[in-house]
């Protein structure tokens, strides 16, 4: 005769899809059954019917996105374009480096190799392309902070090309991302 694995006075069936198992498969003790008697424990009725959901399943809204990576540098817009004159145009390439990896690292979902962007500086079209992309990537930080996305790597191209005006102006917009959090 085989043993009933509820409880020895319970002459119901169990139900695999409410009965709690362990990894062995066995009915853990306490566990959907009264510990006294052996009998199954009633199961709401709003349980039973609560649809189960993956963690993974669920969305996150970009204004809601909580960022993982570290917030970047507040740098003083036109400080970094006035270093440019004494470093005869040196500092452009590591504020270029810098700015792009902290917008790698604030937001996951940016996709830039700092290097490879300074090194695309270097390459005539190529370096206007990369320019107008770190605009871009400005823009998706600054909507993953939850505020407005208001750079442009339109206005970036234009002021790049007038003095590498793009340093006071991309630094500016990438202020407001770092004070936002």
């Given at each position: ?42 199961v709401p009725a709003q349980d039973a019917l609560a649809p189960i959901v993956p963690a993974s399943a669920t969305t996150t809204p970009a204004s809601t996105f909580s ?70 990537r400005i823009r998706q930080a600054q909507a993953t902070s939850g505020g407005p996305a208001e750079s442009s790597g339109v206005i970036g191209l234009i002021t790049s ?21």
């Amino acid at each position: 005769m085989s043993e009933n694995p509820v409880g020895p006075e319970s002459s119901m069936p169990v139900d695999p899809l409410t009965s709690p198992k362990t990894e062995l498969g066995t009915e853990e003790p306490g566990a959907g059954t009264d510990v006294i008697s052996g009998s199954p424990l009633p199961v709401p009725a709003q349980d039973a019917l609560a649809p189960i959901v993956p963690a993974s399943a669920t969305t996150t809204p970009a204004s809601t996105f909580s960022r993982t990576g570290p917030m970047g540098k507040t740098r003083s817009p036109f400080g970094g374009w006035l270093l440019l004159i004494p470093t005869l145009g040196i500092y452009y390439l590591f504020w270029y480096h810098n700015i792009n990896r902290e917008l790698r690292d604030y937001d996951p979902t940016v996709e830039v190799n700092p290097m490879l962007a300074v090194i695309c500086l270097f390459i005539p079209i190529v370096g206007l392309i990369s320019i107008y992309n770190t605009g871009n990537r400005i823009r998706q930080a600054q909507a993953t902070s939850g505020g407005p996305a208001e750079s442009s790597g339109v206005i970036g191209l234009i002021t790049s090309i007038f003095f590498a005006l793009d340093v006071p102006y991309y630094s500016s917009q990438l202020n407001q991302v770092w004070q936002r959090d």
